[in-house]
């Protein structure tokens, strides 16, 4: 009799990813999946899907989704979850969405503690236009809109949004994880899961900051650019546990 | 016998949403505006289950009433000139998920940041559409408090029944008068139920999918033309006030506040033997076009009066079809029209002609 160990998870849609491969999404939208599973919210569940790549996310997730306006998701989901307060609401934002078209969605919704799950897609990119500059680009990175390298003198330097976020009071749960390893991804799901328990348990606004790859647009193979998440992304974007309400005493 | 209120004009637009089961509202401080944002705050914090936020910002506040329509919630914004012009982005992502939800515009004087005072220059706006694409709005233009009232009710409706986003189209001098007012009997019955669309639980039933897009052409076109179908529906929403249209010298086409205005030169008229008749459009979109190509028929000269530099003048053109002349007369900036003004207008136009 065999035994089976690995399957979909039933958060999951039959529908193929349409991401490039070495992309973190499909792993990211897994990690959900499988908390979903794990909670058994999928039923209650209302993801909002980002304008970028991850737009059709909405095909993916087998509960209810909207699509959000680029940036806006915090609000629409500030508006579902005020009339549905019994259910889960959680955006899924790229760093274009988030760190800057929607930077004042997210700084609000975080300050009002939305009792909303946030997973903040960070790969220091724009996928889906093509590979411009994100508000997350690092010093130095070569982009189609930063042709000579991201110059901070003009550019500004990269924002840290976890950091930025944890200086407000009111968010339960802020972090950043990555996925380049498979202790990476246990930890990432880890905190996922915690994101989304804390909704569960009324406790506030919950964030989740994922470091995640674009071997298309960065020009290199999905393993070069695992690599040059760990050797560039975490010394600047480090891994942690900036907010936990649990631990405020 | 209902009770008769005395109630400023935001005000009554806010105890009107409530009246007609509005329980969620979002929005941003603006004049000649902002007491119906304050009203909410007042009674909504105070309203079990219901939601207000004094939103981040007017995209913000559009945006949340994108998603508490996503979840069936009854839903309303307010602003007025820039800040509707900020919100235009969603309100067009309403119209092409087929949200419900009305938006109320105080307009005040612009372009730019303009003026506080009232005008009528977002007339274009409103009724073209607005934001980008393929859309329309339903546009309700009141022209007393008790309409303020009626009409915020009948947008909640209209915007149910057709799932398309309702604008009331006032202006900085409604908002701010005191008239008394009266709220008839709501029946909450008539609020449709959302059960077979809207955003919830998907337990016993498919996952659904609020998707305000398409990448491909041909099925773009279908969700597209499946809205402008509505839109082929609504004159049979069309409503509109005449006065003194027996036998009318000359017809004069006003909405909102200019209509009040032209109310008092008909009587100036009567004295002077002048029979000036009114068209007043109440909905300015689905637009009163049949009963103004009737007028064309029946008078040589239809004078628009409005505050802006000539707006509604173009469908009341189109509406005339050729049949009568058609002359404008207006003020803008934030200019209200006197009664004087349009007496000397309606006299030079019946001496020239």
Not at chain 1, 222 to 232: C, D, G, R, T, V
Not at chain 2, 103 to 132: C, E
Request: neutral net charge; hydrophobic residues 40%.
């Amino acid at each position: 009799m065999m035994k089976k160990v690995f399957a979909r998870p039933k958060s999951l849609t039959e529908v193929p990813f349409t991401y490039c491969p070495g992309c973190h999404h499909g792993i990211i939208h897994r990690l959900i999946a499988e908390v979903m599973d794990e909670l058994n919210i999928a039923q209650d569940t209302i993801g909002i899907a980002p304008v970028g790549c991850s737009v059709f996310a909405y095909l993916f997730f087998n509960c209810d989704m909207i699509v959000a306006a680029h940036g806006r998701a915090p609000a629409v989901a500030t508006g579902i979850k005020r009339v549905k307060p019994n259910n889960i609401v959680f955006t899924y934002q790229g760093d274009g969405d988030l760190a800057s078209i929607g930077t004042a969605e997210i700084v609000h919704a975080a300050n009002r503690s939305e009792k909303i799950t946030v997973i903040f897609v960070n790969n220091a990119i724009y996928g889906m236009t093509g590979g411009q500059m994100a508000p997350t680009s690092l010093e130095g990175q070569v982009t189609q809109t930063s042709p000579y390298g991201r110059d901070p003198k003009t550019m500004g330097m990269p924002i840290r949004m976890c950091e930025l976020l944890s200086t407000l009071n009111s968010p339960a749960y802020i972090a950043r994880v990555a996925l380049t390893k498979p202790a990476y991804i246990i930890r990432a799901k880890k905190a996922i899961k915690k994101g989304f328990q804390y909704q569960i348990d009324g406790k506030g606004f919950s964030l989740i900051e994922v470091l995640s790859t674009c071997p298309t647009n960065w020009g290199l193979s999905p393993k070069e650019a695992n690599e040059w998440l760990e050797k560039k992304m975490i010394p600047y974007y480090p891994l942690a546990e900036f907010k936990n309400v649990e631990e405020v005493s | 016998m209902v009770e008769r209120l005395l109630m400023k004009g935001n005000e009554a637009i806010g105890e009107a949403a409530i009246h007609a089961g509005c329980r969620y509202y979002f929005g941003y401080p603006i004049t000649p505006q902002s007491e119906l944002t304050a009203y909410m705050a007042r009674r909504l914090l105070k309203i079990e289950g219901a939601a207000f936020i004094q939103s981040e910002s007017e995209i913000a506040a559009i945006n949340m009433v994108y998603g508490a329509a996503a979840a069936g919630g009854r839903v309303m914004t307010s602003s007025s000139g820039p800040g509707i012009s900020l919100k235009q982005e969603g309100i067009s992502y309403l119209a092409c998920a087929e949200l419900p939800c009305v938006i109320v515009n105080m307009m005040r004087g612009g372009p730019g940041l303009g003026s506080i005072q009232p005008a009528q220059g977002d007339y274009f706006q409103a009724t073209k559409g607005g934001g980008h694409g393929d859309y329309h709005l339903i546009v309700l233009a009141p022209s007393s408090v008790q309409e303020l009232v009626d009409l915020t009710i009948k947008a909640f409706d209209l915007a149910d029944k057709y799932r398309n986003p309702a604008m009331i189209l006032g202006d900085g001098l409604l908002g701010q008068m005191m008239e008394p007012v009266q709220f008839k009997e709501f029946q909450k019955e008539r609020i449709p139920s959302k059960e077979d669309w809207a955003l919830g639980s998907c337990q016993g039933r498919k996952p659904r999918r609020i998707v305000p897009f398409n990448l491909d052409p041909d099925e773009l076109e279908k969700i597209v033309n499946k809205i402008g179908r509505k839109y082929e529906d609504l004159p049979k929403e069309v409503q509109y006030e005449v006065v003194n249209m027996d036998d009318p010298d000359i017809v004069v086409v006003a909405y909102g506040t200019v209509a009040r205005v032209v109310k008092t030169v008909i009587q100036k008229g009567k004295k002077e033997g002048i029979n000036i008749g009114l068209i007043r459009p109440i909905t300015l979109y689905p637009f009163p076009y049949a009963v103004i190509n009737d007028a064309a028929n029946r008078v040589k000269q239809i004078l628009v009066a409005e505050m802006s530099l000539g707006q509604m003048v173009e469908d009341v053109k189109l509406a005339a079809n050729g049949k009568s002349k058609v002359f404008f007369y207006g003020r803008t900036g934030g200019v209200v029209i006197s009664p004087v003004e349009i007496w000397e207008e309606v006299k030079k136009i019946l001496n020239q002609n």
